[in-house]
């Protein structure tokens, strides 16, 4: 069976709840490379497709070759635990690389995977099946981590399933996050949750609705639903209770707040406040964010019996807490770093890959750049190879010097509308703009 005929991979729940840091692009080519090799899991070890027809699968230009090795490179680099949800009910620790190997030559790419993780993806007792055409479709790889896992639970038979309470520090790990990334539920929630649920449900026939557990006061764990939504304008909500409510209700609601009290202080927003009590104006991003405050300073209070009837008060007389504001300051800071970070790392990530393709294109560009070099041991470095184009393509400084001389001077048209959009993003992160 070709690639091409190909829309579907099995995939072993185990290698679905996966501890990866792997991009979005890692593990759609992960995905293609498991469902064009699973036939013959069982005969050989060593599987070949064409690089023109992979990279069709991955949606992007087959003369990218450089970025294809770039994304072979990090699966194998790639170590992973699986079942860590330990769906199928027995006790199992595995530890793997997800491609043991991988060689292009000749326009094809041969690839193998280790021999533990080979034996269970073809025989897995419990498996589920994945559309390649569908997880395209994703630009978020929160996005389709979390469809995996949804999926990994759906019963065909009943088009709906559900996770188990899955506990937050796992959901972390199943997202790629470090234990200490966003260690506020509420920027977890709006920077990873929501916005993953937001893109299954817009792009795919499948509607997805997280329910919390609180331990104590905080929530601890989460449980995801999937339902394949049935040609219908509307989708039945499973959560009937703060269906349809504006999200500063949402969150009332979740932290037992009566539903009518709720839409009240959702409706009025600042009127709710006492005037007297008003914040600064810029105080708050929005009137969620304040809301979201008092129901925090809620968690830590001493002494209080009604905490419904303390957040309502909260929230009508301004409680302050300067110590809890100057914590959530440095959470969010620290946040705001974080995604500056990840955007970067996009951003240089796009640079290198468009930089290559022009010195694909045009080869003489390196030799240009390199006469503009004015780093006395950057010279030194290019002098010890035959060619620029040979200490180029070595890596290192000098390739690094290259790409901005290029970037710079000979490739700005090309980079404009990356570096248009970083820009924006930027800004966005920032709170420059709107």
């Known amino acids: 069976m070709y690639l091409a005929e190909i829309n579907e991979v099995i995939k072993a729940s185990p290698a679905i709840q996966i501890q990866s840091k792997i991009t979005h692009l890692q593990r759609r080519a992960w995905n293609v490379l498991l469902a064009n090799a699973y036939n013959d899991l069982p005969n050989t070890d060593i599987y ?76 897995p007792r419990i498996y589920t099946k994945l559309n390649l055409r ?17 999926f990994d639970y759906f019963d065909t038979d009943r088009d709906q399933g559900e996770t188990p309470f899955i506990p937050l520090e796992t959901f972390k790990t199943l997202m790629g996050l470090e234990e200490t990334d966003y260690p506020v539920y509420k920027v977890l929630n709006q920077s990873v949750i929501k916005p993953a649920i937001r893109e299954i449900n817009d792009l795919t026939n499948y509607h997805v609705e997280v329910e919390q557990k609180r331990l104590g006061r905080k929530i601890a764990e989460l449980k995801f639903r999937i339902t394949r939504v049935k040609q219908v304008p509307i989708q039945e909500s499973v959560f009937p209770d ?84 100057k914590a959530r300051e ?18 240089n990530l796009k640079r290198r890959t468009l930089l290559r393709q022009a010195v694909h294109a045009d080869p003489h560009l390196v030799e240009r750049a390199a006469e503009r070099i004015q780093s006395h041991i950057i010279r030194q470095r290019l002098e010890e190879h035959d060619s620029a184009i040979a200490a180029y393509q070595k890596g290192g400084m000098v390739a690094a010097e290259i790409n901005a001389i290029l970037a710079e001077e000979f490739c700005q048209d090309l980079l404009a509308p990356v570096v248009a959009a970083y820009e924006d993003e930027k800004s966005r992160i920032l709170g420059e703009r709107g």
């Not at 992007?60 to 194998?76: G, I, P, R």
């Not at 569908?134 to 949804?150: D, H, M």
């Open 242 to 325: 703060v269906e349809n409510l504006p999200p500063v209700a949402v969150e009332l609601v979740q932290a037992e707040i009566d539903r009518k009290m709720a839409l009240q202080i959702a409706d009025k927003e600042w009127d709710f406040v006492s005037p007297k009590k008003l914040p600064v104006p810029g105080s708050y991003a929005d009137f969620l964010g304040y809301v979201s405050e008092k129901i925090e300073m809620s968690v830590d209070a001493e002494g209080v019996k009604n905490r419904a009837g303390y957040i309502v008060e909260a929230i009508r007389e301004n409680y302050q807490d300067p110590d809890l504001q």
């Open 134 to 150: 569908l997880q395209n479709r994703f630009t978020s790889r929160y996005a389709l981590i979390l469809w995996e896992v949804c």
């Open 48 to 123: 070949s497709v064409s690089v023109a027809e992979l990279s069709r699968k991955l949606g992007f230009n087959s003369h990218n070759e450089d970025y294809l090795k770039e994304t072979l490179e990090a699966l194998v680099d790639c170590t992973v635990k699986w079942n860590i949800l330990g769906k199928d009910n027995k006790q199992e620790w595995g530890v793997a690389s997800l491609l043991a190997s991988a060689k292009i030559k000749d326009g094809i790419c041969t690839y193998g995977f280790a021999p533990h993780l080979r034996q269970k993806l073809h025989n």
């Open 330 to 347: 440095i959470r969010a800071e620290k946040a705001k770093e974080k995604q500056l970070e990840e955007l970067q790392e996009e951003f």
